[in-house]
């Protein structure tokens, strides 16, 4: 069982930057892979990055400006996001799965889920 807490999000001018947060309980943080996703108003949630055994992905949109990392000692998983942008703007939250899942682009391949954090960029 893990639970999931975000912090970092609020508001920030177009080309800004913000670094998330996401701290999760228990000893079996780093056996899971983790991934960030966002839902913007009236769109469905989708996956933005994830980082498993030290690899990463990340959606189209947000190469080269959205990094995410992971300290293990610390139980944590980052999202910086730099250069931001108004289609940014969404609530962002944070899981974790399985790192062999077929299903790992996708909200089906995680199990456990933050509350989420409000990402509002303003043009």
């Known amino acids: 069982q893990v639970q999931l807490v975000e912090s970092g999000g609020g508001l920030v001018q177009a080309g800004g930057s913000l670094r998330l947060s996401c701290a999760g309980s228990?000893?079996?943080?780093?056996?899971?892979?983790m991934a960030w996703f966002r839902q913007a108003p009236g769109k469905e949630r989708k996956i933005v990055a994830r980082?498993?055994?030290?690899?990463?992905y990340y959606e189209d949109s947000v190469k080269g400006r959205f990094t995410i990392s992971r300290d293990n000692a610390k139980n944590t998983v980052y999202l910086q996001m730099n250069s931001l942008k108004p289609e940014d703007t969404a609530v962002y939250y944070c899981?974790?799965?399985?790192?062999?899942?077929?299903?790992?682009?996708?909200?089906?391949?995680?199990?456990?889920w933050g509350q989420g954090t409000q990402v509002t960029v303003s043009s």
């Open positions: 228990g000893p079996t943080f780093r056996s899971y892979a």
């Open positions: 899981a974790a799965g399985d790192y062999s899942s077929s299903y790992s682009y996708t909200e089906m391949g995680y199990d456990y």
């Open positions: 980082i498993s055994w030290g690899s990463t």
